[in-house]
């Protein structure tokens, strides 16, 4: 019972914050376009770990490489900040 609960509101949250996104895409041509971008990405089951030979090595070692969840859950974040840093320097110049 408990987890349909939270399913329902994990539902709900999802429901208003898209409500919330289509409302700011649609005040916003910019905004819309990078969104859109990034909605399009297809992600496969695997990743490249782009780091130094040693550090793969210590992270393979101590079982702490990422899963792919978390890499893709990163580079949305990622995606996210730098559509944000994107729409804030074009209010700017506007300004």
């Given at each position: 019972?408990?987890?349909?609960i939270q399913e329902w509101g994990d539902k709900r949250q999802f429901?208003?914050?898209r409500k919330r996104q289509l409302k700011l895409d649609e005040n916003n041509p910019m905004r819309a376009a990078l969104n859109s971008y990034t909605n399009n990405l297809v992600f496969s089951d695997s990743?490249?770990?782009?780091a130094q030979a040693e550090e793969k090595k210590n992270?393979?070692?101590?079982n702490a490489l990422p899963n792919v969840n978390a890499v893709v859950v990163s580079d949305l974040d990622l995606r996210d900040l730098i559509r944000n840093q994107i729409l804030q320097n074009v209010d700017d110049a506007r300004a």
């Amino acid at each position: 019972v408990n987890t349909a609960i939270q399913e329902w509101g994990d539902k709900r949250q999802f429901g208003i914050l898209r409500k919330r996104q289509l409302k700011l895409d649609e005040n916003n041509p910019m905004r819309a376009a990078l969104n859109s971008y990034t909605n399009n990405l297809v992600f496969s089951d695997s990743y490249q770990l782009n780091a130094q030979a040693e550090e793969k090595k210590n992270m393979v070692r101590n079982n702490a490489l990422p899963n792919v969840n978390a890499v893709v859950v990163s580079d949305l974040d990622l995606r996210d900040l730098i559509r944000n840093q994107i729409l804030q320097n074009v209010d700017d110049a506007r300004a």
